[in-house]
């Protein structure tokens, strides 16, 4: 009995020292500032992950392998995208659950905090238990007053002490499996991390080695290059830049002319078939243009990111309109991939757009996407539907949406057009696509 007493003493005491010992952090740092640390830490996680030479070295290694073969390169490009987007999605819900079991560490330090002075008396009370027992009745029976009053105390003392102590050793328990759980994630991250560290130095190395397809001399694109920027300040908006663009400059006006052929093509393969079903695919990733017109590729579209749809088509804009395209929150450095197949017919800055791309889908559909750091896409370039075109930018203001305000996150805009009128997108997307609307 003696023996169990002073292990139950000895947990209650230790457990007081315990937690008198827990850093009150939540006293010396704001919400905010714990927030902005976690954020700070786990961009320290990312930053520092660098792919090795050695590994560059076997990256370059498997792309040349490929010997150039246009089906192979394509498809190695389209699955490698693939991968980067789901590790993206994994990243951005691990560092989700990494915030909340932050804010919940957070939360259980300011309760222990103010708690200070409950450890204090639980931890005095134990101190004089400990220094002062009781007296034995059987060594001193004169002391059997004595006894009776400290077995008084202690029945009322006791139970208050010990609902304390349990309630203090419940909550470090949960702190500790708190801790152990933010180092697993941590570890994930990590691991995810490195991953997509890999994937994206290979589609570097796969777009440099599709570049090498459309290369053309360096005077010519200079030339074109000078003639596009020329256009863009000159447009007096979207419709009348993709005119002047796919009129007056030679590679977009082939874009068109490629466009435009596939169309008529495919309208007369769907015409030469009677009771036609849905396509169910895109095509075969070797294909030199779109193997299913875009009016038929409802419901097979894959998005361009991974991300959150922040506002979608038709959504009230804030000023007294409604939105033409829709909007996507990412990850700072998302990679982008084109939604459709089709010609390059822009690619470039312009005006509060930033960095836009627009592709001529044939049949008189245009697909534009803006907001992006950097576009990796030459003009004149037939792009598949989920190869990567760009890469987003860091967190700032990103939208060609005018209502829109700085958000924590790079927004991705994306607009399709038909005949130069905005249409909704919603219809063209593929049923897997799993991003969900957000305020």
């Known amino acids: 009995m003696a023996v169990s007493r002073r292990r139950s003493t000895a947990l209650w005491l230790a457990v007081a020292l315990f937690a008198a010992a827990v850093p009150a952090r939540a006293q010396d740092l ?13 961009a320290e996680i990312e930053a520092g992950i660098a ?50 079991l932050g804010e919940n560490e957070t939360a259980l ?57 349990d309630a203090l050793s419940a909550d470090l328990r949960q ?20 991953r997509l560290a890999e994937e994206r130095t290979r589609i570097q ?30 447009a007096t908006g979207l419709k009348d830049l993709i005119s002047r663009m796919e009129d007056e400059v030679e590679a977009a006006a082939k874009a068109k002319a490629d466009a435009e052929a596939a169309a008529a093509r495919n309208r007369e393969i769907a015409e030469s078939k009677r009771n036609r079903q849905p396509p ?23 998005m361009p990111a991974s991300g959150r749809i922040v506002k979608t088509f038709g959504a009230d804009d804030g000023v007294g309109g409604t939105t033409v395209g829709m909007s996507m929150a990412t990850r700072a450095g998302a990679q982008v991939s084109s939604p459709a197949d089709g010609w390059v017919v822009y690619a470039g800055p312009f005006r509060s757009y930033g960095e836009l791309l627009i592709i001529n889908a044939g049949d008189g559909y245009h697909v534009l996407l803006a907001g992006m750091d950097e576009i990796d896409v030459q003009l004149g370039q037939f792009v598949l539907a989920g190869e990567p075109v760009a890469t987003m930018a860091s967190p700032k203001l990103a939208s060609a949406d005018p209502a829109d305000i700085v958000s ?32």
């Open 30 to 42: 704001s919400e905010t500032a714990e927030a902005e640390a976690r954020r700070a830490e786990l």
């Open 51 to 100: 792919v090795s030479n050695e590994r560059v070295a076997e990256l370059k290694a498997e792309v040349e392998a490929l010997d150039q073969d246009r089906a192979k390169l394509s498809r190695t490009l389209l699955d490698t995208n693939r991968r980067v987007q789901e590790l993206e999605t994994q990243i951005a819900g691990t560092e989700r659950r990494l915030a909340a």
């Open 109 to 165: 330090r300011a309760s222990l905090s103010e708690r200070r002075e409950v450890l204090a008396e639980v931890l005095a009370a134990l101190q004089r238990i400990g220094h002062r027992p009781p007296p034995a009745i059987l060594v001193r029976p004169e002391d059997a007053l004595s006894s009776v009053r400290s077995a008084i105390l202690l029945g009322a003392v006791v139970p208050d002490l010990r609902e304390a102590a």
């Open 175 to 194: 702190l500790e499996a708190l801790r152990a759980e933010i180092e697993r994630e941590r570890d994930r991250l990590r691991d995810d991390a490195t």
């Open 205 to 234: 190395l796969l777009v440099a080695a599709r570049r090498q397809e459309y290369a053309r001399s360096m005077a010519a694109l200079a030339d074109e290059e000078k003639r596009t920027k020329a256009l863009a300040e000159q």
């Open 280 to 302: 169910k695919s895109l095509g075969e990733a070797d294909r030199l243009a779109p193997a299913v017109s875009f009016a038929d590729a409802k419901g097979l579209l894959p």
């Open 408 to 439: 924590t996150q790079p927004v991705l805009y994306i607009e399709f057009r038909k005949d130069g009128s905005s249409i909704d997108p919603a219809p063209w997307w593929a049923d897997s696509s799993d991003e969900k609307v957000g305020g």
